[in-house]
T-cell receptor, first 111, second 115 residues
Protein backbone atom coordinates (compact mmCIF):
# COMPACT_ATOMS: atom_id res chain seq x y z
CA UNK A 1 0.00 0.00 0.00
CA UNK A 2 1.33 3.38 -1.03
CA UNK A 3 2.67 5.54 1.84
CA UNK A 4 1.02 8.91 2.30
CA UNK A 5 3.16 12.02 2.05
CA UNK A 6 2.22 15.37 3.50
CA UNK A 7 2.02 18.13 2.63
CA UNK A 8 1.48 17.71 -1.10
CA UNK A 9 3.26 20.99 -1.74
CA UNK A 10 4.99 23.72 0.24
CA UNK A 11 6.36 27.14 -0.69
CA UNK A 12 9.13 28.65 1.42
CA UNK A 13 11.42 31.63 1.43
CA UNK A 14 15.12 30.91 1.35
CA UNK A 15 16.36 30.31 4.88
CA UNK A 16 13.08 28.94 6.22
CA UNK A 17 12.61 25.41 7.52
CA UNK A 18 10.39 22.63 6.19
CA UNK A 19 9.17 19.27 7.41
CA UNK A 20 7.93 16.58 5.03
CA UNK A 21 6.11 13.57 6.40
CA UNK A 22 5.69 10.00 5.16
CA UNK A 23 3.15 7.68 6.81
CA UNK A 24 2.33 4.04 6.25
CA UNK A 25 -0.45 1.76 7.43
CA UNK A 26 2.09 -1.09 7.75
CA UNK A 27 5.02 -1.80 10.02
CA UNK A 28 8.12 -0.61 8.21
CA UNK A 29 11.61 -2.04 7.94
CA UNK A 30 13.10 1.01 6.29
CA UNK A 31 12.25 4.39 4.79
CA UNK A 32 14.17 5.89 1.86
CA UNK A 33 14.11 9.54 0.81
CA UNK A 34 14.89 10.88 -2.66
CA UNK A 35 14.72 14.31 -4.28
CA UNK A 36 13.80 14.87 -7.92
CA UNK A 37 14.28 18.13 -9.76
CA UNK A 38 12.03 18.90 -12.70
CA UNK A 39 12.92 16.83 -15.74
CA UNK A 40 15.64 14.92 -13.93
CA UNK A 41 16.08 11.56 -12.24
CA UNK A 42 15.47 11.01 -8.51
CA UNK A 43 18.59 11.37 -6.39
CA UNK A 44 19.25 9.61 -3.10
CA UNK A 45 19.09 11.59 0.15
CA UNK A 46 18.65 9.28 3.13
CA UNK A 47 17.90 5.78 4.31
CA UNK A 48 16.42 5.18 7.76
CA UNK A 49 16.44 1.67 9.10
CA UNK A 50 14.37 0.01 11.76
CA UNK A 51 16.46 0.25 14.90
CA UNK A 52 17.61 3.80 14.35
CA UNK A 53 20.48 3.60 11.90
CA UNK A 54 20.62 6.40 9.31
CA UNK A 55 22.63 6.79 6.18
CA UNK A 56 22.64 9.86 4.03
CA UNK A 57 22.89 13.54 3.47
CA UNK A 58 25.00 15.93 5.52
CA UNK A 59 22.61 18.90 5.59
CA UNK A 60 19.29 17.12 5.73
CA UNK A 61 18.09 15.15 8.70
CA UNK A 62 15.24 12.73 9.18
CA UNK A 63 13.48 10.72 11.83
CA UNK A 64 11.81 7.31 11.76
CA UNK A 65 9.13 6.55 14.33
CA UNK A 66 8.62 2.81 14.08
CA UNK A 67 5.63 2.75 16.42
CA UNK A 68 3.77 5.40 14.44
CA UNK A 69 4.97 3.91 11.13
CA UNK A 70 6.08 7.26 9.87
CA UNK A 71 9.14 9.22 8.89
CA UNK A 72 9.81 12.94 8.69
CA UNK A 73 12.40 14.77 6.61
CA UNK A 74 13.75 18.02 8.07
CA UNK A 75 15.11 20.69 5.77
CA UNK A 76 16.64 23.50 7.82
CA UNK A 77 17.76 26.89 6.55
CA UNK A 78 16.50 25.95 3.10
CA UNK A 79 18.51 26.92 0.05
CA UNK A 80 17.31 27.50 -3.51
CA UNK A 81 18.94 24.21 -4.46
CA UNK A 82 16.51 22.34 -2.18
CA UNK A 83 13.66 22.96 -4.59
CA UNK A 84 12.20 19.85 -6.15
CA UNK A 85 9.85 16.99 -5.39
CA UNK A 86 10.66 14.76 -2.43
CA UNK A 87 9.66 11.11 -2.49
CA UNK A 88 9.68 8.57 0.28
CA UNK A 89 9.96 4.87 -0.47
CA UNK A 90 9.00 2.35 2.19
CA UNK A 91 9.87 -1.28 2.77
CA UNK A 92 7.54 -3.48 4.78
CA UNK A 93 7.09 -7.18 5.45
CA UNK A 94 4.94 -7.71 2.36
CA UNK A 95 6.98 -5.73 -0.17
CA UNK A 96 9.50 -8.49 -0.89
CA UNK A 97 12.51 -6.21 -0.44
CA UNK A 98 11.08 -3.70 -2.93
CA UNK A 99 10.17 -0.12 -2.22
CA UNK A 100 6.66 1.30 -2.37
CA UNK A 101 6.80 4.99 -3.22
CA UNK A 102 4.71 7.91 -2.02
CA UNK A 103 3.19 10.40 -4.45
CA UNK A 104 5.73 13.07 -3.58
CA UNK A 105 5.90 16.49 -1.90
CA UNK A 106 6.71 19.45 -4.11
CA UNK A 107 8.96 21.99 -2.43
CA UNK A 108 9.38 25.47 -3.92
CA UNK A 109 12.01 27.78 -2.45
CA UNK A 110 11.77 31.47 -3.31
CA UNK A 111 14.63 33.95 -2.91
CA UNK B 1 31.90 5.95 -14.60
CA UNK B 2 28.87 6.74 -16.72
CA UNK B 3 26.52 5.39 -14.02
CA UNK B 4 23.12 4.35 -15.34
CA UNK B 5 22.39 5.22 -18.95
CA UNK B 6 19.08 4.99 -20.81
CA UNK B 7 18.19 5.26 -24.46
CA UNK B 8 16.26 6.79 -26.09
CA UNK B 9 15.51 9.97 -24.12
CA UNK B 10 12.26 10.56 -25.99
CA UNK B 11 10.05 8.26 -28.03
CA UNK B 12 6.68 8.54 -29.75
CA UNK B 13 4.89 5.33 -30.69
CA UNK B 14 1.61 4.48 -32.33
CA UNK B 15 -0.82 2.14 -30.61
CA UNK B 16 0.17 -1.46 -31.26
CA UNK B 17 3.82 -0.81 -32.04
CA UNK B 18 6.53 -2.54 -30.04
CA UNK B 19 9.86 -1.20 -28.88
CA UNK B 20 12.70 -1.76 -26.44
CA UNK B 21 13.93 0.75 -23.90
CA UNK B 22 17.61 0.26 -23.21
CA UNK B 23 19.28 0.49 -19.80
CA UNK B 24 22.92 -0.10 -18.91
CA UNK B 25 25.05 0.42 -15.82
CA UNK B 26 28.82 0.27 -15.37
CA UNK B 27 28.93 -0.01 -11.57
CA UNK B 28 28.78 -3.81 -11.42
CA UNK B 29 25.47 -3.64 -9.57
CA UNK B 30 23.55 -6.85 -9.15
CA UNK B 31 20.13 -5.25 -8.72
CA UNK B 32 18.39 -3.41 -11.56
CA UNK B 33 14.83 -2.26 -11.90
CA UNK B 34 12.38 -0.43 -14.14
CA UNK B 35 9.89 2.13 -12.86
CA UNK B 36 7.25 4.20 -14.52
CA UNK B 37 6.39 7.64 -13.23
CA UNK B 38 3.01 9.20 -13.86
CA UNK B 39 1.88 12.62 -12.59
CA UNK B 40 0.75 12.52 -8.97
CA UNK B 41 1.50 8.81 -8.57
CA UNK B 42 5.15 8.63 -7.69
CA UNK B 43 7.24 5.70 -8.94
CA UNK B 44 5.73 2.30 -9.67
CA UNK B 45 7.88 -0.78 -10.08
CA UNK B 46 7.43 -2.66 -13.37
CA UNK B 47 10.08 -5.42 -13.26
CA UNK B 48 13.28 -6.00 -11.40
CA UNK B 49 16.31 -8.28 -11.48
CA UNK B 50 18.62 -9.41 -8.69
CA UNK B 51 21.29 -10.69 -11.05
CA UNK B 52 21.99 -11.97 -14.54
CA UNK B 53 19.39 -14.53 -15.58
CA UNK B 54 16.98 -13.63 -12.75
CA UNK B 55 13.98 -11.36 -13.20
CA UNK B 56 10.70 -10.86 -11.37
CA UNK B 57 7.53 -8.83 -11.65
CA UNK B 58 6.85 -5.66 -9.77
CA UNK B 59 3.64 -3.80 -9.12
CA UNK B 60 2.63 -3.05 -12.75
CA UNK B 61 4.19 -5.68 -15.07
CA UNK B 62 1.37 -6.15 -17.62
CA UNK B 63 2.35 -5.19 -21.15
CA UNK B 64 6.10 -5.27 -20.45
CA UNK B 65 8.82 -7.90 -20.73
CA UNK B 66 12.38 -7.90 -19.45
CA UNK B 67 15.46 -10.08 -19.66
CA UNK B 68 18.87 -9.90 -18.00
CA UNK B 69 21.53 -11.71 -19.97
CA UNK B 70 24.44 -9.67 -18.53
CA UNK B 71 25.08 -7.81 -15.29
CA UNK B 72 25.33 -4.53 -17.20
CA UNK B 73 22.16 -4.49 -19.34
CA UNK B 74 18.48 -4.64 -18.48
CA UNK B 75 16.22 -3.83 -21.48
CA UNK B 76 12.48 -3.25 -21.14
CA UNK B 77 10.25 -4.37 -24.00
CA UNK B 78 6.83 -2.96 -24.73
CA UNK B 79 5.00 -5.71 -26.55
CA UNK B 80 2.08 -3.79 -28.07
CA UNK B 81 2.05 -0.17 -27.00
CA UNK B 82 -1.13 1.36 -25.58
CA UNK B 83 -1.92 4.99 -24.70
CA UNK B 84 -2.02 3.95 -21.02
CA UNK B 85 1.72 3.29 -21.29
CA UNK B 86 2.43 6.95 -21.92
CA UNK B 87 4.76 7.78 -19.06
CA UNK B 88 8.31 8.54 -18.00
CA UNK B 89 10.35 5.38 -17.54
CA UNK B 90 13.30 5.20 -15.16
CA UNK B 91 15.85 2.46 -14.85
CA UNK B 92 17.68 2.12 -11.53
CA UNK B 93 20.43 -0.02 -10.08
CA UNK B 94 21.88 -0.76 -6.67
CA UNK B 95 24.68 -2.84 -5.28
CA UNK B 96 22.44 -5.20 -3.35
CA UNK B 97 18.74 -5.82 -3.15
CA UNK B 98 16.90 -2.48 -3.00
CA UNK B 99 14.90 -2.03 0.14
CA UNK B 100 17.58 -3.54 2.34
CA UNK B 101 20.18 -0.84 2.96
CA UNK B 102 21.09 0.15 -0.57
CA UNK B 103 21.08 3.41 -2.46
CA UNK B 104 19.40 3.27 -5.84
CA UNK B 105 21.03 5.09 -8.75
CA UNK B 106 18.58 6.24 -11.39
CA UNK B 107 19.10 6.76 -15.10
CA UNK B 108 17.99 10.02 -16.77
CA UNK B 109 14.67 8.57 -17.93
CA UNK B 110 12.84 7.89 -21.19
CA UNK B 111 9.79 9.99 -21.98
CA UNK B 112 7.39 7.81 -23.95
CA UNK B 113 4.22 8.96 -25.68
CA UNK B 114 1.83 6.46 -27.23
CA UNK B 115 -0.67 7.92 -29.69
Amino acid sequence: QQPVQSPQAVILREGEDAVINCSSSKALYSVHWYRQKHGEAPVFLMILLKGGEQKGHEKISASFNEKKQQSSLYLTASQLSYSGTYFCGTEDGDSNYQLIWGAGTKLIIKP
Amino acid sequence: NAGVTQTPKFQVLKTGQSMTLQCAQDMNHEYMSWYRQDPGMGLRLIHYSVGAGITDQGEVPNGYNVSRSTTEDFPLRLLSAAPSQTSVYFCASSYGIAGATDTQYFGPGTRLTVL
